[in-house]
C-alpha cells in the first residue's frame, strides 16, 4: 500500500490504517526526536505529539512530496517548539556565548562511529549547539532559515554552528584516538 | 549544499538513527485522534462491582482476623485453568482450516494469558466473521470491516473489545505470507492501556464512592472506679468480656477531587458508613442495677465518680449473639498519589484521614465487676477519627473512571469516652471503590 493510500484511508479514520503510518514511520521519527533532545522521555514525548498533529492535519499534506519528508519537518518543528517551552532547555537555548572556544581540528576527520555513538555525541552538545547544529548539519536548513526558526540572526547561527562542528569533530576524533589506543581521553 | 564532506557524512549516518517506541505514545495519540462517543451506563453494574469488591475484601480478611478459629489459612489450590489456543500453523488469511488445538495449562501457557486469549479470538474472527464471543471471558471482539489492511504478507489487526474492558486498546499484526514458513502466521501483537491520558486532568472532578468488607473492634479492659476498689478490697474481678467478632461494615458518599499535578490529587468526601460486630452475652433481663462511673485507674475510695443506675441488661455468659450497630458520618480529606503512570495496571496509593460523627448506635458496654452488658450512648465518644491506606488501580470506561483497590483503616482514638470501663479502637479491612464520572465537569479537563 503507498503513501497516498494510507493517507486516504486515515483521513476516512480508518485505526488500522492509521496504525500502519505509525508503525511505518515511529522508528525514524523517534531517532529524529532523539536528536533533539537529552532524554529518551523528552524524545517520546515529542513523537507523541508530533504523531498527534500528524493525523490531525492529514488533509494538509497535498500528495505532491514524499510524506515522510512532511511527517520529518513536522517533527522537527514539534522539536524545536519543545525546546522553547522546557524549562530545563531554555537557558541553553538563549544561544549565550558560554565560553566554548572551538579547538583546532581536522577539517574533514574520517567518521568511524557507528550511528549510535554519534548521535550520542550530537547530544552531549549544549543544547542550542545541538539544536543548530541538527538543523543545519542534518535537516540541511540554511543559517537565513534557522535564524528565523530559532527567532536569531544569521551570524549567530553561523557561530554557533561552527562551535558546534569544532566541539564535535574534537570528540570524534578523541573517540577515535581512544578506540584506537585504549587510551581514555577527556573530553 | 554542505560545506564540505563532513556534514553529508553526519547526515548520511544519522539517516538510519531509529529507535522503537514505547506502547503508550501509540495509546496517547489513538486517543487523542479518535476520541471516544459518550456513553451513559446503568448503576446496576456500578454496585453490582462494589458487592463484589466487598465480597473480595471479606474473603480475604476472613482469612487473617485472629478472632476466627478453626479455619485452615489458604484454600487447597485448585487445579490450574486451561485453555485452549489454536495452533501458530493455521491459514489466517483465509481461517478455513481448522488446526487441532493445543492444551496449555494457563498457568504456563504465557505471562498473559488474556492476551493470548484474544489473540485467538482475533484469529478466529478473519475468515469467519466480524465478531467473535469468547465464552471463556465474556468478551466480545469487534473488528471492522476496515479493520485490516494486508501489506508485504502482514496483516494489522485492530480488534475492538467489548465495554468491560475497553480500557484496553487492541493492536495486532500477523504475518500470514512470511518467506519463512517457519514465521508464517506468527503474531506480533500489542495489547496496550488506554488509560493514561484520562488520568491526567485537572482542575475539580466529583465521584462517587462506596466501600465495604470486614470491620473489628479491639478492646482492652481498664481498672476502673468500682473494679479498682474490689481488686483493693480483695475481691478481683472475676469477669472478662467476650471477644467482640469482627462483622461487616459498607459505606457510600460523594467526593470532590482537585489535581494537585499529574500525579498528585486531593479529595474531600462526604459518606455515611455503617458498621456491625456481634458480641457473645448471656440472658437479658429487665433487673435494675447500679454501675459506677468514675475516672479511669482511680479507687472508687480516692475517685469522685457516681452510680448510675441501668434498667435492663445482658447477664454475663455467652449463650446469645448480639448484633452491635454504629452508623456514622464521615468526611474523609484524602491524597491520592499515582505511583505509575505507565503499564497495564496504573496504581495509587492513598492515604486518607477521616473524621467520623456517630449518628446512632447499638453498642453494649461491659462492667467487669459484675460482669453485665448494658446500653448506654453516652460512653461513646461522638467524634472519632481515623487514618487509613488504600493501595488503588484504575479501570477506564469511555465515561467513567473507576478505581478501586484494598484498604485498610484504624482508629485514631478511643471509641469510648473516658467513663467507660474500657477502650475500643476501630478497625477496617475491605475494599473502596470510586467512581468519577468523565463528563461531568467536562470543561475541566486537561
Given at each position: 500500500m503507498d503513501d497516498q493510500d494510507l493517507v486516504e484511508r486515515c483521513l476516512k479514520k480508518n485505526r488500522a490504517a492509521q496504525s500502519l503510518l505509525y508503525e511505518r514511520y515511529s522508528s525514524k521519527m523517534l531517532g529524529i526526536c532523539y536528536r533533539y533532545t537529552k532524554s529518551m522521555a523528552d524524545a517520546e514525548d515529542i513523537l507523541q505529539e508530533g504523531f498527534i498533529k500528524v493525523f490531525r492535519n492529514l488533509e494538509q499534506f497535498k500528495g505532491s512530496g514524499e510524506l515522510g519528508a512532511w511527517i520529518r519537518r513536522i517533527m522537527v518543528n514539534t522539536a524545536i517548539n519543545f525546546l522553547k517551552q522546557k524549562e530545563r532547555y531554555q537557558v541553553d537555548l538563549s544561544f549565550v556565548d558560554k565560553g566554548l572556544h572551538p579547538v583546532t581540528t581536522e577539517e574533514n576527520?574520517?567518521?568511524?562511529?557507528?550511528?549510535?555513538?554519534?548521535?550520542?555525541?550530537?547530544?552531549?552538545?549544549?543544547?542550542?549547539y545541538q539544536t543548530i547544529f541538527n538543523l543545519h548539519a542534518v535537516e540541511g536548513y540554511s543559517h537565513v532559515e534557522i535564524g528565523r526558526i530559532l527567532g536569531i540572526n544569521e551570524g549567530t547561527s553561523r557561530s554557533q554552528y561552527s562551535r558546534a562542528r569544532s566541539l564535535l569533530i574534537s570528540w570524534i576524533q578523541k573517540n577515535e584516538l581512544?578506540?584506537?589506543t585504549g587510551i581514555y581521553v577527556r573530553k | 549544499m554542505y560545506e564540505n564532506e563532513f556534514e553529508k557524512k553526519v547526515q548520511q549516518n544519522m539517516e538510519g538513527l531509529e529507535f522503537i517506541p514505547s506502547d503508550a505514545v501509540w495509546t496517547k495519540v489513538v486517543q487523542e485522534i479518535n476520541p471516544e462517543k459518550d456513553r451513559r451506563r446503568p448503576f446496576f453494574w456500578i454496585f453490582l462491582l462494589a458487592g463484589l469488591i466487598v465480597a473480595g475484601g471479606g474473603l480475604y480478611y476472613s482469612n487473617i482476623v485472629r478472632n476466627q478459629q478453626g479455619q485452615p489459612e489458604g484454600s487447597p489450590k485448585s487445579k490450574p485453568e486451561r485453555e485452549v489456543i489454536n495452533s501458530p500453523d493455521k491459514d489466517f488469511k483465509t481461517g478455513r482450516s481448522q488446526a487441532d488445538p493445543i492444551s496449555v495449562p494457563a498457568k504456563q501457557n504465557d505471562k498473559d494469558p488474556i492476551q493470548k486469549h484474544l489473540l485467538?479470538?482475533?484469529?478466529?474472527?478473519?475468515?469467519?466473521?466480524?465478531k467473535q464471543v469468547s465464552k471463556r471471558k465474556n468478551l466480545v471482539i469487534t473488528i471492522p470491516e476496515d479493520g485490516h489492511i494486508e501489506e508485504n504478507g502482514r496483516m494489522i489487526v485492530i480488534g475492538e473489545l467489548d465495554h468491560s474492558l475497553r480500557n484496553w486498546h487492541l493492536i495486532n499484526s500477523l504475518?500470514?505470507?512470511?518467506?519463512?514458513?517457519?514465521?508464517?502466521?506468527?503474531?506480533?501483537?500489542?495489547i496496550i492501556p488506554y488509560w493514561p491520558s484520562k488520568l491526567n486532568r485537572k482542575g475539580f472532578q466529583i465521584g462517587f464512592?462506596?466501600?465495604?468488607?470486614?470491620?473489628?473492634?479491639?478492646?482492652?479492659?481498664?481498672?476502673s472506679g468500682n473494679a479498682a476498689a474490689a481488686r483493693i478490697n480483695g475481691v478481683v474481678p472475676a469477669y472478662q468480656p467476650s471477644e467482640i467478632d469482627p462483622g461487616p461494615y459498607w459505606k457510600l458518599g460523594l467526593s470532590v477531587q482537585y489535581a494537585l499535578s499529574k500525579n498528585l490529587s486531593v479529595r474531600l468526601g462526604l459518606g455515611y458508613r455503617q458498621m456491625i460486630n456481634y458480641i457473645h452475652v448471656g440472658a437479658y433481663t429487665d433487673s435494675v442495677t447500679a454501675i459506677f462511673y468514675g475516672p479511669r485507674n482511680m479507687p472508687s475510695s480516692v475517685s469522685l465518680g457516681s452510680f448510675t443506675s441501668i434498667s435492663g441488661f445482658y447477664k454475663y455468659g455467652t449463650q446469645n449473639r448480639y448484633k452491635e450497630n454504629y452508623n456514622w458520618l464521615d468526611l474523609p480529606l484524602s491524597l491520592d498519589w499515582l505511583m505509575t503512570r505507565y503499564g497495564k495496571l496504573p496504581l495509587h496509593l492513598v492515604p486518607s484521614i477521616s473524621a467520623s460523627y456517630l449518628l446512632n448506635s447499638s453498642a453494649l458496654q461491659f462492667d467487669p465487676n459484675s460482669g453485665i452488658y448494658y446500653r448506654d450512648n453516652s460512653l461513646l465518644e461522638r467524634i472519632n477519627l481515623s487514618g487509613s491506606l488504600a493501595l488503588m488501580t484504575n479501570i477506564l470506561s469511555r465515561d467513567i473512571i473507576w478505581q478501586f483497590g484494598p484498604k485498610f483503616e484504624y482508629g485514631l482514638n478511643d471509641l469510648l469516652s473516658k467513663n467507660a470501663m474500657s477502650q475500643q479502637r476501630m478497625e477496617f479491612i475491605g475494599a473502596e471503590l470510586l467512581i468519577i464520572p468523565e463528563n461531568w465537569l467536562k470543561g475541566k479537563r486537561k
Open positions: 576527520p574520517e567518521i568511524r562511529l557507528n550511528t549510535r555513538e554519534l548521535a550520542e555525541l550530537i547530544r552531549q552538545l549544549p543544547v542550542g581512544e578506540n584506537n | 485467538t479470538q482475533i484469529m478466529a474472527a478473519q475468515g469467519s466473521s466480524a504475518d500470514i505470507n512470511a518467506p519463512n514458513s517457519s514465521s508464517a502466521g506468527r503474531i506480533k501483537s500489542r464512592n462506596a466501600g465495604g468488607g470486614l470491620s473489628a473492634i479491639r478492646q482492652n479492659i481498664l481498672s
